[in-house]
């Protein structure tokens, strides 16, 4: 699988110092999972945050709090934790990447002929804006723009805007100057993951009508 598209070094550089969101870290570890190249980014950017920590001043620790940290350990109920293997999404018939392994994926609720979309929870972090969409091939999703960065990463299936081409393993970065109108392409459906870290803009009519579904 080729890979054209990848996250920038800011998205990077933001995943690697946790100044990244729960939503978009999710979908560029989505990304990860498939991309050497973006693993092999990301270590570097996670060096240099590791140096500079190694150069800062220690603080000083409070005397006893290697003990209450034992006791809070102590304390804790002890449990069995069994890593959820690989899974199927319903209506997909495509393996959930790792990295969704703790998520809830949502119904799929319509939004049009021939789209769909899901609702991606994230363990402790119940605002972030995350989703699956699945578009019929050939599909003209609705036209938008976005308040914030959107992070999109192609599962299955491709997508076309008048930026380029999208492909299985490729991410698009979408800021708030970008206003398009993706196509799915005509040889077979398409499911992508996204998060939001603003809002979508939805344009026209059938922007209007879908708003207070998707809610964000």
């Known amino acids: 699988m080729t890979i054209n598209h990848h996250p920038s070094d800011e998205t990077l550089l933001r995943l690697a110092t946790g100044a990244l969101g729960a939503g978009p870290a999710l979908v560029i570890r989505v990304h990860l999972e498939g991309c050497s190249v973006c693993r092999e980014r990301l270590t570097r950017f996670e060096a240099v945050g590791g140096t500079i920590i190694d150069e800062m001043r220690l603080a000083p620790l409070a005397a006893d709090l290697f003990g209450r940290t034992m006791e809070r350990l102590e304390s804790m109920p002890s449990t069995l934790v069994t890593e959820p293997g690989p899974r199927k999404q319903p209506d997909l018939g495509i393996e959930l990447p790792h990295a969704m392994r703790h998520c809830e994926i949502g119904p799929w609720r319509w939004l049009g ?52 081409q999208y492909f299985p393993g490729d991410l698009d970065e979408a800021d708030d100057e970008v206003n398009h109108r993706p196509v799915v392409g005509e040889k077979s459906d398409c499911v992508c993951l996204a998060a939001l870290e603003g809002d979508t803009r939805l344009h026209g009519f059938l922007g209007r009508l879908l708003r207070p579904i998707v809610g964000f």
């Open 113 to 164: 002929p021939g789209f769909k979309w899901s609702k991606v929870k994230i363990a402790g972090s119940p605002h972030a804006k995350v989703m699956m969409l699945k578009g019929k091939a050939g599909l003209y999703l609705p036209a938008h723009g976005h308040t914030g960065m959107e992070f999109m990463q192609i599962l299955s299936g491709s997508l076309s805007d008048e930026r380029s």
